[in-house]
């Protein structure tokens, strides 16, 4: 008997790691395929079936979708970022000129202001008049040509300040080219023939054309530059000189930083309102002289309110001081009744209300759009005079 259990005469049948390692071309070693496992043959060029369709393309996945979306988005929003930091970011200097004694300081968010409907409707006529007419546009890239200043499109703010209610300055904010204003305004007045105006050091001086001793003549305007590039422009050489040099001072007046339009006074400003109207409204002057600070803010907009926040001067309550403020109100109604209205004072009087909150006393009340309306109108009535006075100064000589 053999060995094995496998019979001599019968074939050996090849193991799985022999199906493995066996060519797949040999035909030897390839199984046989039974009818059932027979595969049709493949169809020829003299086969009437129609070929198999191609496999049809997946659709998109939503993880797909959603990149596609999120990288639209993101290049949008790096767009966007790129116009504001390079063309509307800026960063708020005017503030950093207020004089340090200055009592008085009013600040104008001039993009909100532009927003405002009465402003559209008044100012922006002005701006497509001085487009059309050639002298006007001739002389305005003259100046933007030596400045760098494309007024008003460049700014973005303007800050009003005074020491004593009689020397007044004027800060103005914005994409402004710096150290060009002062000398491009000199070579303009001296190309075109300008009368009353002088160079004082940093400053350009606009004093009385009509006097023949321009350097004696006493100043109408004097302009300066700041090294950030905020334009000064005053009503006397000292008070611009003050604002030049950057400083911290203004934070002691404690301006509301929201708002188109914000306004403080120190204590200092309402004791000077005080003894200018003590001859004729004595019950205010009383009032004036008890209060330490001021802030408000006027909200522009279809509804515009005022509101005003009052700091008891020391030793004086809140409930007393809103109590005799509601009483003055009153009163004033009377006295301004025999007045003109200007630009809805009376109206806006009419609802005031002073109320103590905490240590402080607010007034707020509604200021009338109509009367805002008509101070805009006139102020644009007035500013169309200038530019009509202004507009016939002779222009440079052409070229020969």
Known sequence: MSDTLIEEDEPIRPTVTDDAAAPAGDPAQAPEATPADASPATPGPSDDRPPAAPPRPRPPSIAAFLVGVIA??????????????FFWRYEPTALRHVPGDANIVVRVEAAELALFGPVRQHFLPLLDEAASDASRASRKARIEAATGLDFPSDLREIVIASTDASSWVALAGGRIPKG???????????????????????????????????????????????????????????????????????????LPEQGAVTFALTGAAWSGAAGAVSAVLPRAAALFRRVAHASGTLRLGADPELSMRLSPASGEGAAALASDAQALLGSLKLTLAMIPDVAGAKAALEGAQAAAQGERVEIRTKWPHEGLDRACADLAQRARAALDATGAAPAPPAPP
């Open 72 to 85: 639209f988005f993101a290049l949008l929003g790096g767009a966007a970022l790129g116009v504001y930091f």
């Open 180 to 254: 060009r204003l002062v000398a491009g305004l000199e070579k303009v007045a001296r190309d075109e023939g300008w009368t009353g105006w002088r160079r004082e050091g940093e400053l350009l001086v606009i004093a009385d054309g009509a006097r023949a001793d321009v350097a004696r003549a006493r100043p109408r305007a004097v302009i300066g530059q700041a090294d950030d590039g905020t334009i000064v422009l005053g009503t006397d050489v000292e008070i611009v000189n003050a604002a030049l040099p950057a400083s911290d001072e203004w934070q002691r007046l404690a």
